[in-house]
């Protein structure tokens, strides 16, 4: 495994937590207006600062969705999301758009590198759209690749890493912006094994430097190594385990943020 620095997320103690869903639905609806489908049906859900979070379900359950709404890729039909303290259920297009590149860090299965771009040049697109200067844009990606490893492969082209490696990148891409949260859906998908788990393990190193992870994954296996593992089934909440599959109480149970261990 590639040794990943100590390094910290930004100092964001004051909220009480990352991510905090309040009877939280989503709707599709037919075009004559009648329902198609409630993808998510009153779910409520909160996840602390700096947890590690697998969120699981079958085909249907509502995973997707939910991963959606937490990443502000798309709203709620009713119910209250506070994304790092603040309510962003009813922000415009624009506004979610701005709070999703600041709060927000993306790491798909598919490494989504631009091959006529260096590995730098890739780190440095989110600084790019936010109006960064180059040089800072540069230092920041550069800081980026240094904690997954890759400060020797700043000018190298995608083509010229392996897959790990340009997992590892398309991860650098997604701290440099210094996000809240870094939602991770089947980032192992497209690698062999032993490579896949020295990703896992780069994952493990930054939670432990304080960082908070969503990770989507159908591999028991991989929501092992979590923190915590949320199961949605029919758009409810089937179950919420710890990593050793022991159940906690829900945060409504006692009071706090997250639920605890029995």
Do not use: W
């Amino acid at each position: 495994m590639t040794a990943v620095p100590e390094t910290k997320p930004p100092a964001l103690a004051t909220a009480p937590a990352a991510a905090r869903l309040t009877g939280i639905r989503k709707t599709y609806l037919k075009p004559d207006g009648s329902v198609l489908v409630e993808a998510l049906r009153g779910f409520d859900l909160v996840i602390p600062r700096g947890e590690y979070v697998a969120i699981m379900g079958a085909s249907g359950s509502g995973k997707s969705t939910l991963m959606n709404i937490l990443g502000c890729l798309d709203r709620p039909s009713g119910g209250v999301y506070e994304l790092d303290g603040a309510a962003v259920e009813s922000l415009d297009d624009d506004e979610l758009s701005r709070v999703r590149g600041q709060k927000i860090g993306f790491v798909f299965q598919a490494f989504n590198l631009i091959s006529e771009l260096s590995i730098a040049e890739n780190v440095e697109i989110p600084l790019l759209y936010r109006g960064i200067p180059a040089a800072e844009r540069r230092e920041r990606a550069i800081e980026s690749l240094r904690i997954v490893g890759l400060e020797n492969r700043v000018n190298h082209r995608p083509s010229e890493l392996s897959g790990g490696q340009q997992q590892r990148a398309a991860i650098a891409r997604a701290l440099v912006g210094k996000p809240a949260i870094l939602m991770a859906d089947e980032p192992t998908g497209n690698l062999d094994s032993q490579t896949g788990k020295s990703i896992l393990e780069t994952f493990e190193a930054l939670h432990a430097n304080g960082l908070t992870l969503i990770m989507v994954t159908h591999d028991d296996r991989i929501a092992a190594r979590c923190e915590r593992v949320v199961r949605l089934a029919d758009g409810l909440l089937e179950s919420d385990r710890d990593g050793g599959g022991r159940t906690r109480r829900r945060a409504a149970d006692h009071g706090s943020p997250g639920g605890a261990h029995p």
